[in-house]
């Protein structure tokens, strides 16, 4: 049973068009992210959402906007595509609450979604 | 603010020999620290986690770290590397609602 799940895999798309990713996760988690890792594996926290709520947008773009349906659900979407959004995407999820603070509670990734912008 | 730095981005060791992939800290306290792991084409997986706790922390496939506060240190540490173990490792701090990634170290593992 896939933990947290994401879907595509791999998306090939051109410059200027919308895309969205689905992350899904069954853990029964209260808090769900967003994370980019670039060509060189720096991975960077983009969005955490807590039931549903947003607490963290580390000065994302406003292309991209996640949305979140119920709290097991956090898809992206990203609008007007441009070459250096190609990265991997992943998504994870962890149980604390949006007032855990400093959280210690393991975060669970999904597989990474492969986004490339031609 | 919390960060780590990973002191090598390549670690290259012959199957049976030791793994040390080492990572300082920067915190005006005692921090929670993790090591994540990545396969080629797969996601991050934990592999051990500090928490102020024993300050020897054993993680999965053999895998520990040790903080050590004088130093700010939480190097991993394997005793005899095995193919499997090729891939890329993270020291990762939490922060609020988030983790910070190190920049990663690729571990390359020869026959």
């Known amino acids: 049973d896939t933990a947290v799940s994401q879907t595509p895999k791999y998306l090939v798309t051109q410059m200027g068009n919308d895309k969205s990713i689905k992350c899904e996760q069954n853990?029964?988690?209260?808090?769900m992210y967003w994370y980019k890792q670039d060509s060189k594996k720096f991975l960077k926290i983009m969005f955490s959402?807590?039931?549903?709520?947003?607490?963290i947008n580390e000065t994302v773009p406003n292309r991209f906007s996640p949305k979140s349906p119920d709290k097991a659900h956090l898809n992206l979407h990203i609008n007007s595509l441009e070459l250096g959004d190609s990265a991997v995407y992943f998504c994870?999820?962890?149980?604390?609450?949006?007032?855990?603070?400093?959280?210690?509670?393991?975060?669970?990734f999904g597989p990474g979604t492969r986004l490339t912008v031609l | 603010a919390q960060s780590v730095t990973q002191l090598d981005s390549h670690v290259s060791v012959s199957e049976g020999t030791p793994v040390l992939l080492r990572c300082n800290y920067s915190?005006?306290?005692?921090?929670?620290l993790f090591w994540y792991v990545q396969h080629p084409n797969k996601g991050l997986q934990l592999l051990l986690k500090?928490?102020?706790?024993?300050?020897l922390v054993k993680g999965i496939n053999g895998f520990e770290a040790e903080f050590k506060k004088s130093e700010t240190s939480f190097h991993l540490t394997k005793p005899s590397a095995h193919m499997s173990d090729a891939a890329e490792y993270f020291c990762?701090?939490?922060?609020?609602?988030?983790?910070?990634f190190g920049t990663g170290t690729r571990l390359l593992v020869s026959p």
């Open positions: 994870a999820s962890s149980q604390g609450g949006r007032l855990a603070g400093t959280s210690t509670d393991t975060q669970y």
């Open positions: 853990l029964g988690h209260d808090t």
């Open positions: 959402y807590n039931n549903k709520e947003l607490i």
């Open positions: 915190s005006s306290y005692s921090p929670s």
């Open positions: 500090y928490t102020s706790a024993a300050t």
């Open positions: 990762v701090v939490p922060g609020f609602q988030k983790l910070v």
